[in-house]
């Protein structure tokens, strides 16, 4: 076996070719025997021959040359001038009163920093890419089925205009086949009324030539002629034959009455890709099974909350929820029992605009006429926000823990949308790209809620729109109803929430329904059972959709 060439055969010197590698160059990057050492550190004299054991190869630092003095090896580092300098460098002043650095520290930073990156690489952007190729190449399968059923769906409606055709076909040749017959039908009758005529005149003949042959005068005086008769010939039935008018094929009508294919286009939303992450929380730690619409939603169960009218609901838990209606008090019912557990008053004695719940458990609402955000701990009441010259509407607790609010001016003109993290403003959503307001002007109606991929969704009842930004603000989309509608009215958005696949549900009072939306603003269908003027919603974590309804909370399943 060459042990130069053998795969299985330990390193050997880079000199010999034949020894065991025991030493290593450093300056040269040459692997080195014992024996072959000497001869290597005379082979080039200029150099600085940093020779160290094999196992520790790559330790001994290659100082850079100086730029400015060739001669010279940079040890240290300017920071203001961003470069290695080296001891003659800083002898002459160049560097005079500039923050040095040894360069072993800087490399040692360097390397930490293509560390972390080579981390992020390896443990957070690659396996994002990996995402990213998957889920193009399952957009490219279902393109793929997408494209074979629309063909399938384009010869099985050629097949029906066929047999559209056929039918027609078939009914003219009927229609043709009936003329025939009733044009046949009196061309034979009067042909049977000449035949009759064509007899009598043959027996009138015989009649005529008896009278002529015979001497008999008494019986030349009986016979009559009927020739005059004969005379009037009968009438000539003309036929006129039914002709086809075919209708123009004209490409362009055709096409209308045949149908066509919509248009196909790519968009491209640079934030629909989100980085994968190795933190996880309860909510994003992991996907959620996928769960597909019921055909038809069904109402599990009725809880009367004996409000005059009821506006808000939210889960507290899958057993208990927080309602609240027009008067001050907010009051928890149990979901199962339908029993009144608690009952809070706000703190000013007004009524709550809207209620929530945060991650710990605890209720908050926004109070209208006091310009106030409050938390409800231990039965009492905590002023957390207090607005000047603003006041809240809709609130939301995120996943995170921050709160989200949505509010209008004292003039109702502008209406913007604050996070608060610890009851601090953190930021502030008004405008879009182009310096637009995102949200209509004026005291209407807006809630808020906060998506599972952490979207900011807002009913905006002044826009009769949801208004959709991402994380940090930008606008999505604006979905603005579906037609045709249950009720055929214009779409009236009340409360909003979400659920654990990312679907925006948001209720009309106009069409009594609730319009189940994906996180990319299309629309998936109604929820249309029967609701009267639904206001409130809210979801468990068992994907339960939980309506307020003038009085009553209806639970509805619409998930399987």
Same mark, same amino acid.
């Given at each position: $076996?060459?042990?130069?060439?053998? @795969?299985?055969?330990?390193? !050997? ?25 000497? *001869? /290597? ?46 001891? =003659? ?9 500039? #923050? ?9 930073? &360097? ?44 010869? &099985?409606?050629?097949?029906?205009? /066929? ?6 076909? &078939?009914?003219?040749? @009927? ?22 005529? $064509? ?11 008896? @009278? ?35 209708? &123009? ?10 149908? @066509?294919?919509? =248009? ?10 989100? $980085?994968?992450?190795?933190? *996880?929380?309860? #909510?994003?730690? =992991? ?24 506006? %808000? ?12 209606? /027009? ?8 979901? %199962? ?21 945060? *991650? ?28 000047? %010259? ?60 906060? %998506? !599972? ?49 990312? /679907? ?7 069409? #009594? ?37 003038? !009085? ?9």
């Amino acid at each position: $076996m060459d042990p130069r060439t053998s @795969a299985q055969d330990v390193m !050997r010197c880079d000199l010999c070719e034949t020894a065991v590698v025991q030493m290593h160059c450093d300056t040269c990057l040459v692997n080195l025997c014992t024996a072959c050492v000497g *001869k /290597h550190m005379i082979s080039d004299e200029s150099k600085d021959h940093k020779v160290v054991k094999f196992q520790s190869r790559k330790s001994t630092p290659l100082y850079p040359g100086c730029n400015t003095h060739s001669k010279e090896r940079c040890k240290m580092y300017c920071k203001q001038c961003d470069i290695p300098v080296c001891i =003659s460098c800083i002898e002459s002043n160049q560097h005079l009163g500039h #923050e040095l650095s040894n360069l072993l520290r800087i490399l040692d930073e &360097k390397k930490d920093i293509f560390k972390k990156e080579r981390n992020e690489l390896n443990d957070t952007i690659y396996p994002t890419y990996q995402d990213i190729a998957s889920d193009v190449q399952n957009r490219m399968s279902q393109l793929e089925k997408e494209y074979g059923d629309l063909s399938t769906a384009i010869t &099985k409606h050629g097949e029906d205009w /066929h047999r559209e055709i056929d039918k027609l076909v &078939k009914k003219l040749k @009927a229609e043709v086949d009936e003329m025939k017959n009733t044009q046949l039908q009196t061309l034979q009758k009067q042909l049977d009324e000449i035949n009759k005529t $064509m007899s009598d005149i043959k027996d009138e003949i015989k009649s005529v030539e008896m @009278a002529i042959d015979t001497n008999d005068l008494s019986r030349l005086f009986s016979i009559t002629s009927n020739v005059q008769r004969y005379r009037n010939l009968p009438p000539k039935i003309m036929v006129s034959f039914p002709k086809l008018i075919p209708g &123009k094929i004209q490409g362009e009508e055709l096409n209308k009455m045949f149908g @066509a294919v919509s =248009s196909s286009s790519f968009t491209s939303d640079k934030h629909g890709y989100r $980085m994968k992450t190795t933190q *996880k929380s309860p #909510e994003a730690g =992991s996907s959620p099974p996928v769960k597909q619409l019921l055909d038809e939603p069904e109402t599990v169960n009725t809880i009367d909350t004996r409000y005059d009218n009821l506006y %808000n609901v939210a889960c507290l838990s899958d057993e208990e929820i927080w309602t609240s209606g /027009h008067d001050s008090t907010m009051k928890l019912f149990s979901i %199962n029992q339908g029993s009144l557990l608690k009952s809070i008053t706000t703190k000013s004695g007004k009524i709550p605009y809207d209620i929530a719940v945060t *991650k710990s458990g605890d209720l908050v609402y926004t109070d209208y006429d006091d310009r106030t955000v409050n938390i409800v701990k231990n039965e009492k009441i905590e002023e957390v926000i207090r607005l000047q %010259n603003w006041i809240p509407k809709g609130v939301c607790s995120t996943s995170s823990g921050d709160l989200l609010v949505i509010m209008d001016s004292d003039d109702y003109k502008p209406t913007k949308v604050v996070r608060y993290s610890g009851f601090t403003e953190k930021q502030t959503i008004q405008f879009d790209d182009q310096g637009k307001p995102l949200y209509s002007s004026g005291g209407y109606y807006r809630y808020i809620n906060e %998506n !599972r991929n952490l979207d900011i969704c807002v009913s905006d009842k002044g826009a009769r729109a949801v208004v959709v930004v991402n994380q940090v603000g930008k606008l999505r989309f604006r979905y603005t109803g579906h037609t045709p509608a249950p009720k055929n009215k214009p779409f009236n958005p009340r409360g909003i929430t979400t659920d654990s696949q990312s /679907h925006i549900l948001t209720a009309d009072a106009n069409n #009594e329904c609730v319009h189940i939306i994906d996180q990319d603003g299309q629309f998936l269908r109604y929820i249309d059972c029967g609701l009267s003027e639904p206001w409130g919603l809210c979801t468990d974590t068992n994907d339960n959709l939980f309506v307020a309804q003038l !009085r009553k909370v209806r639970k509805i399943k619409y998930l399987r």
